[in-house]
């Protein structure tokens, strides 16, 4: 398994753009990596953009706090108010939201290997649970991922202002220790989401779209590769779990491949199906990668 994280401060380095399904000189592997790269581009340019006036307020928040620790009650208000004011415009809005965004960061796991590698790897671990051998089994099972995850975490508008307000007033009451007790959760309460992109499916989806073009310029060996290519990776997706509620079962996708198979090895009137099969995936992808984990 290989592992990148990339934060949000380097999105704007990535500059390059990935071609794949434009010629047919590519091999598997170099659609595959495309595909990977093209997934991390995504990935980056859907990151929700980081609202500055939390972080900044968070910055006066922590000041605040600061402030306290020195017996410094006046400073401390002082930037309590700033902090709010902060969010004055956002707290105003008529649909104000729950969240405000305050990082994020791109993490990359690709598992290189086969159906009969994860199954293998499964067998292994449920042995070793057997044994007892628990943190060896959860130190492998870890391994049991190729996805793109898109994590973001956000400042709770529910909660933060009003420890804001409460913090102020114990300030205010002569009760420093309370305050700070406030400001101290207000700073570690966030709320931390990840959107899973599964890099199996990225992958069947460019190959089917090399395997497309191929297939157009009646090159029906090279187009068979790339789909027997595509079906293993959605074997892959499927041994490792990446499941939803679509109706585009992984049955279906396979189905479709092979329909597709056969009109190329008779007539080769495989568009319409090649056309029906994208529909399919990006269909089943849409449900899968809507999928989120806090």
Do not use: C, W
Not at 71 to 81: F, G, H, R, V, W
Request: avoid cysteine.
């Amino acid at each position: 398994m290989k592992r990148t994280i990339i934060s949000s401060l380097l999105a704007s380095l990535l500059l390059s753009t990935a071609v794949v399904a434009k010629s047919d000189i590519k091999s598997v592997n170099e659609v595959n990596r495309g595909a990977i790269t093209k997934g991390a581009q995504n990935a980056l340019a859907s990151q929700t953009k980081l609202i500055q006036e939390a972080i900044t307020s968070l910055e006066f928040t922590n000041n605040a706090l600061i402030a306290l620790n020195k017996n410094d009650a006046k400073s401390a208000t002082k930037n309590i108010e700033k902090a709010l004011g902060k969010l004055e415009v956002i707290l105003s809005a008529k649909n104000s939201p729950k969240l405000l965004p305050i990082d994020s960061s791109v993490s990359i796991h690709e598992f290189i290997g086969s159906k009969k590698d994860v199954t293998k790897t499964v067998d292994t671990v449920k042995d070793l649970l057997d044994d007892n051998k628990v943190q060896v089994a959860r130190q492998l099972l870890s391994t049991l991922q190729s996805e793109i995850d898109v994590t973001v975490v956000s400042l709770p508008l529910v909660t933060y202002p009003d420890a804001l307000k409460l913090a102020a007033k114990y300030i205010h009451d002569g009760n420093t220790q309370e305050a700070k007790r406030v400001l101290e959760v207000a700073l570690s309460t966030f709320d931390k989401t990840t959107q899973v992109v599964p890099l199996p499916l990225l992958k069947a989806t460019d190959l089917i779209a090399v395997s497309a073009n191929l297939a157009k310029k009646s090159k029906k060996e090279e187009a068979l590769k790339y789909l027997s290519a595509a079906e293993n990776e959605l074997d892959v997706a499927e041994a490792l779990g990446y499941v939803s509620h679509s109706s585009s079962t992984y049955k279906s996708l396979h189905s479709a491949i092979g329909h597709i198979k056969k009109e190329i090895k008779g007539k080769n009137e495989a568009q319409k199906l090649f056309d029906e099969l994208k529909t399919k995936l990006k269909d089943f992808k849409n449900k899968v990668f809507s999928q989120k984990t806090k």
